[in-house]
Structures are given as structure tokens and as C-alpha cells.
């Protein structure tokens, strides 16, 4: 699935992390179009759907067809988000590539987003694993640690308690640790102050940020995890997203504005920004009460942009 010409992956998560927080349901064929959209501009790692009951989040009702469509494409790693053994199984079932399973660090997120303790949740990740292993081993398992800066519900969340939840997961199988500012609390400061505790646990596999902009330090954040080796970030579509157990909490980092910046630093995402910016209409008259956000959407590619890479290689 990995492009040789990629420095840094940017997976869309807004089909999953941001629909699921926008009370109307984007119809199917819509999401197909944006799938559709994205691909065309170079994205080629998904997040498009989680396994939650309908009754819960029927935003995700049509998760085995999104996947099915998503899938259509051969280049395309495809993810889904899974908050149990149960939905393990259908994620299994339905052919995902990778699956990520929710970790709260903190117990008060934990309890209110998948009514289960932390450590408790670590116990299904490890059921989730044997799972795994004994269906579709190829598929890779995703430890999702949310919280890790920071909770609206809690509050401070110590680093010692951050670390035990990684040690646990690794334990527990987990083939990639993300760590996740789930409520956008997360400071540049405390971002390089973290990933110089955690990484040296498993450099290879603690690999990958999700960043929120609740406080415009997404950017800041990801410039930090970049200096610590950090070459996979979570993005969203305009920037929607947010959390439904964290009040107050805003939306993820916006795909373009992240790729735009990456792009600039030299970064190579093999993702065409220009087709980004116009892939946000398909967000905007779908669902047109939704909040977008994303600093280059409002202001525009400079005249005359091109990606730093390209302009080092027309010089060269």
C-alpha cells in the first residue's frame, strides 16, 4: 500500500471522526463522492467508518457499504474504528486493511465514550488482537490512545498515566500506537515534552498523531511531532470533527491546511491541495449547517504556489 514517494502520510479522517460529530446524516452516495474526490487528489489512506451500533451513531449506519466502495480502489488503505470485540468482527468481516480501536486515558473520557475503564479497555483490544489473529492476521491493529493531553471531563492527564496505557497496548498486541489531543489541549511545549518520553518505548511503533485545532495549536503540534520522527497524521476535510464525549472540544486539524504546510516544508504527501480546497464543496452543500473551518480555505493559495519540492527540483 506504501507510496515511495511519500514522506508523510496524511490519512482523512473526517469521513469517520468528523461526520460522527454533525447531528445530520451525509447520505452514502455523498460519501462515496467525497471517497471519490479525495482519492482523485492523492489521499490514499482512509478512515471512512466505524463499527458503533445504529441506535448509537447513525451516522455510521452505512459503514460495510462506505468500506465496500472504499475498497474499490487498490492503492487505498482503508480503516475503520472499532469500540469492541463485536465491532472488531464485522470490521474484520468487511475487509478494512487496518483497524483502530479507541483507548481513553482518561477514566472519565473512557467511561463516557465506550463505558468501560481504561485497563478494561485494554482487556478488549487484547481479545480484539487474538481476534485477529486467528481471522485476518494481515489486517494491522491500531491502539488509538485518546486523551492523551488532556480531557475536558478530567482534566490534567499525567504523563506516567499516558505511559502506562502505552506499555499496556504494546503489551496487548497493538501493531501501531496513535496518540490522539482528543479535546485540542495539547501545547507544542507538552507535545515535545511527551513524544520525548514515549517514543523511545517503540520508536517503530508509536508512529502516528491526531491532532484537534480547539486552540489553534494543531499546526504548532504537528511541527513538534515532525522533529520527533513522527511521519503519519490524522486530518479532516475543512477541519469538522470533534468529539461527542468532550464539550467544547472542536474539530481536527483541516487535511489542506496540514498538507499545505507539509508541502511547504518539503514534506512530499503526493496530495494535490488545489483539489483538496475544492473537494470541501461536497461538505458544504451536503450538509450545509455544518461548521468548516481551515485557514487556506478562507484565505486562498498564494498566486503562483507551488510545493516547496517542486520549485527545489526546477532550481536544481
Known amino acids: 500500500m506504501a507510496n515511495s514517494q511519500i514522506d508523510v502520510v496524511v490519512q482523512e479522517v473526517g469521513l469517520r471522526d468528523g461526520l460522527q460529530s454533525i447531528a445530520a446524516t451525509m447520505p452514502t452516495a455523498d460519501k462515496k463522492c467525497w471517497i471519490d474526490a479525495e482519492y482523485a487528489a492523492g489521499v490514499r489512506h482512509m478512515e471512512v467508518a466505524s463499527f458503533v451500533p445504529a441506535r448509537l451513531l447513525p451516522q455510521m449506519a452505512d459503514a460495510?457499504?462506505?468500506?465496500?466502495?472504499?475498497?474499490?480502489?487498490?492503492?487505498?488503505?482503508?480503516?475503520?474504528?472499532?469500540?469492541?470485540?463485536?465491532?472488531?468482527?464485522?470490521a474484520l468481516a468487511s475487509g478494512v486493511h487496518r483497524i483502530v480501536a479507541p483507548i481513553s486515558v482518561s477514566a472519565a473520557h473512557s467511561m463516557a465514550n465506550v463505558r468501560k475503564t481504561p485497563m478494561d479497555m485494554i482487556e478488549e483490544f487484547r481479545r480484539i488482537r487474538e481476534l485477529r489473529d486467528a481471522t485476518r492476521p494481515?489486517?494491522?491493529?491500531?491502539?488509538?490512545?485518546?486523551?492523551?493531553?488532556?480531557?475536558?471531563?478530567?482534566g490534567d492527564v499525567p504523563l506516567a498515566d499516558v505511559r502506562d496505557v502505552v506499555l499496556r497496548s504494546l503489551q496487548a498486541g497493538a501493531d501501531i500506537v496513535a496518540l490522539a489531543d482528543t479535546t485540542g489541549h495539547a501545547t507544542p511545549g507538552q507535545v515535545d515534552r511527551f513524544f520525548s518520553a514515549l517514543r523511545?518505548?517503540?520508536?517503530?511503533?508509536?508512529?502516528?498523531?491526531?491532532?484537534?485545532?480547539?486552540?489553534?495549536?494543531?499546526?504548532?503540534?504537528?511541527?513538534?511531532?515532525?522533529?520527533?520522527?513522527?511521519?503519519?497524521?490524522?486530518?479532516?476535510?475543512?477541519?469538522?470533527?470533534?468529539?461527542?464525549?468532550?464539550?467544547?472540544?472542536?474539530?481536527?486539524?483541516?487535511?489542506?491546511d496540514l498538507v499545505f504546510m507539509l508541502e511547504s516544508l518539503?514534506?512530499?504527501?503526493?496530495?494535490?491541495?488545489?483539489?483538496?480546497?475544492?473537494?470541501?464543496?461536497?461538505?458544504r452543500t451536503v450538509l450545509p449547517d455544518a461548521s468548516l473551518y481551515g485557514a487556506l480555505a478562507r484565505a486562498g493559495l498564494p498566486k503562483g504556489y507551488r510545493p516547496a519540492h517542486q520549485i527545489e527540483k526546477a532550481v536544481a
Open 138 to 154: 494481515g489486517t494491522v491493529l491500531i491502539a488509538g490512545l485518546s486523551t492523551v493531553f488532556g480531557c475536558t471531563l478530567q
Open 266 to 283: 518539503g514534506y512530499r504527501t503526493g496530495i494535490d491541495v488545489a483539489q483538496l480546497l475544492a473537494a470541501r464543496e461536497i461538505i
Open 200 to 256: 523511545p518505548l517503540s520508536p517503530e511503533k508509536l508512529s502516528v498523531a491526531h491532532f484537534h485545532d480547539t486552540r489553534g495549536m494543531a499546526l504548532p503540534n504537528t511541527m513538534v511531532a515532525l522533529q520527533h520522527g513522527i511521519r503519519e497524521f490524522d486530518a479532516s476535510l475543512a477541519g469538522i470533527g470533534g468529539c461527542p464525549h468532550a464539550p467544547g472540544a472542536t474539530g481536527n486539524v483541516a487535511t489542506e
Open 64 to 90: 460495510d457499504e462506505v468500506i465496500a466502495h472504499a475498497l474499490t480502489y487498490s492503492d487505498l488503505t482503508v480503516t475503520a474504528l472499532v469500540p469492541n470485540l463485536k465491532g472488531a468482527e464485522k
